[in-house]
């Protein structure tokens, strides 16, 4: 089965070859782009423009010292103006391509670079077009970008090997002391302190002044005494209040528990989600300007446990995590990190078995390796078994296009593949991740779910993977997509992204978390609030708001650092 659908898949591509070897110097990577009017970036280092004239040929400066090896993509850019009727335009780039391929022989046969064609149609007339562009871009990879393309497919076997439970962080240690891999190892103890939003306190409400002066009286004329009170109660976990001692209490002073009872409102702690008894001591003192109270409460916990507030509300943990550079001090992976990875791939893709006849659409950037890692083990498992899911596409962002090049819709970077071998989808998966690493933060979600639905127009249902950090650049193509999207968002632990809140709000679809899948975004009406994960979101005319609390972890100390 595997044989055949790669068997397809070249011949498919020996008919563009063929198609393309009909003209001249046309790269086998290509890409074609319309925009407006390209914008020129002077301060990023790795982009380089060799500028030509309007209707020229030859570039203005050199391009001997840039290396064939160390680029990313190449981008010509051109304007669609022509001042003839008769002015062929792929005569002309074949002749700038013919310019570069001179300068810089290495060019030819390096499969590995992605080629673009930037038309620009903005300028109508010769004047307004001298003011734009013309000439080659040229992208360079970066230093992080050379070394993960010389060791991404390895770090995924890596990751892979860590879910299936043959592998830890000696294996990544042992690779750098044999001097395969060119990173430093740089270890921090971290401190983290977060809410336990599954803990929560109890609370005895409504002391106003009516019940204030009902109490007065109580202890002024029934019991004859206006001196201080402690009164110890016991909230128990219905929220009804009663005497710690009962026994020991007058039979009048009862009725104070009668006017505690009927008159405030009693809410019973929390612990780990499960509801508990509480003490409550209330200091009543008497004088004459009136009465006063004040109130400690504290939860009782299971099994004897003493109760601290700041254990009861905190969470604290010290970890010593251990990140992977390079030389420049960019973090390639952390390998600790993985350890404290959700595993929301697994978790939500083995409650929803349901889903069937979908296409999977998947972030192969490179902040989504450890996520990536759980879709392969899972599809390693499920693919060639039960699997009804077969459709998939892997987006990148654009194949190392530059940033300032990329248009919505139009930025590419796409691999679909329809299979039910797992051999073929892993093949595609790194095809995907090896042509780019994503460039800037906004990925092309929509971009590929629409390539993909175009591939299998009987999908019922998409299934899209996406990093929680990074808003879909075309979020304005949403409109397009006639299906409902289930969203699994990855690094999300922290909080929603609300735009994707909003985006599935508006297509029907549902968000799923690695406690919750959420189906009724599209029924949640304005001023209406959910809870997800214990954290609130407030729907305020269109748009989400999330509550502001927020832990942020906090490095105490570097351990070490060693190669």
């Not at 063929?18 to 990023?44: F, M, Q, W, Y």
């Not at 679909?416 to 906004?442: E, Q, R």
């Not at 175009?454 to 808003?471: F, L, Q, R, Y």
């Amino acid at each position: 089965m595997c044989k055949t659908s790669s068997l397809i898949a070249i011949v498919l591509q020996f008919l563009v070859y063929s198609l393309c070897a009909e003209v001249p110097n046309l790269p086998k990577r290509l890409k074609r782009i319309s925009t407006t009017k390209i914008e020129v970036h002077e301060g990023d280092s790795n982009t380089l423009y060799f500028p030509m004239e309007f209707n020229g040929a030859v570039p203005k400066a050199k391009l001997e010292k840039v290396k064939a090896l160390d680029i990313a993509s190449i981008s010509l850019v051109y304007s669609r103006y022509r001042l003839s009727e008769t002015f062929d335009q792929l005569t002309l780039n074949a002749q700038r391509m013919d310019k570069l391929y001179a300068s810089m022989p290495g060019l030819k046969g390096n499969l590995n670079i992605q080629w673009n064609w930037v038309e620009q149609t903005g300028c109508e007339d010769p004047d307004a077009c001298k003011d734009y562009f013309h000439g080659f871009v040229i992208k360079l990879k970066s230093k992080v970008e050379m070394i993960s393309s010389e060791t991404e497919i390895a770090l995924m076997d890596y990751y892979i090997s860590v879910y299936e439970g043959g592998s830890d962080s000696k294996k990544m240690d042992s690779l750098i002391a044999v001097g395969k891999l060119s990173y430093c190892k740089v270890c921090d103890t971290i401190k983290m302190r977060k809410i336990n939003r599954r803990n929560k306190m109890p609370s005895l409400n409504g002391w106003n002044e009516d019940n204030k002066n009902k109490l007065a009286r109580y202890l002024r004329d029934e019991l004859k005494d206006s001196s201080s009170y402690v009164l110890e109660l016991i909230m128990n976990k219905n929220g009804e209040l009663y005497f710690a001692d009962s026994s020991e209490m007058p039979h009048k002073v009862k009725k104070i528990l009668h006017l505690l009872n009927d008159k405030l409102k009693h809410t019973p702690p929390r612990f780990n989600g499960k509801k508990i008894s509480s003490r409550i001591s209330l200091y009543v003192s008497q004088d004459g300007s009136g009465l006063d109270i004040e109130t400690m409460l504290s939860p009782i916990l299971p099994k004897g446990k003493k109760f601290t507030l700041d254990s009861f509300l905190y969470i604290r943990r010290t970890d010593i995590v251990c990140d992977y550079v390079d030389s420049s001090g960019k973090s390639i992976v952390k390998t600790t990190g993985i350890a404290n990875t959700p595993d929301v791939i697994f978790k939500v893709f083995d409650r929803n078995k349901q889903w069937k006849n979908c296409l999977i659409a998947t972030d192969v950037t490179s902040s989504m390796y450890p996520y990536l890692a759980q879709f392969k083990v899972w599809h390693k498992l499920h693919l060639n078994g039960n699997s009804h899911n077969q459709d998939f596409i892997f987006f990148n962002d654009g194949d190392n296009m530059p940033d300032n090049l990329k248009v919505t819709g139009q930025v590419g970077g796409l691999y679909y593949v329809h299979t039910s071998c797992f051999s073929d989808l892993s093949t595609s998966m790194n095809m995907a991740m090896s042509s780019g690493g994503g460039g800037d933060g906004p990925e092309n979600n929509l971009e590929a779910v629409l390539e993909g639905l175009s591939n299998n127009p009987d999908i019922k249902e998409v299934i899209m993977i996406a990093d929680n950090n990074a808003t879909p650049r075309d979020l304005a193509l949403l409109y397009k997509i006639k299906v409902p999207i289930r969203l699994i968002l990855c690094g999300a632990q922290f909080g929603i992204n609300t735009d994707y809140l909003e985006m599935i709000r508006t297509n029907g679809g549902s968000i799923h978390t690695m406690e919750d899948d959420l189906y009724q975004l599209s029924k949640l009406n304005n001023g209406e609030k959910i809870v997800i994960d214990g954290i609130e979101y407030e729907m305020k005319y269109g748009k989400f708001l999330r509550e502001s609390k927020t832990a942020i972890p906090t490095v105490i100390t570097t351990l070490t650092t060693f190669k």
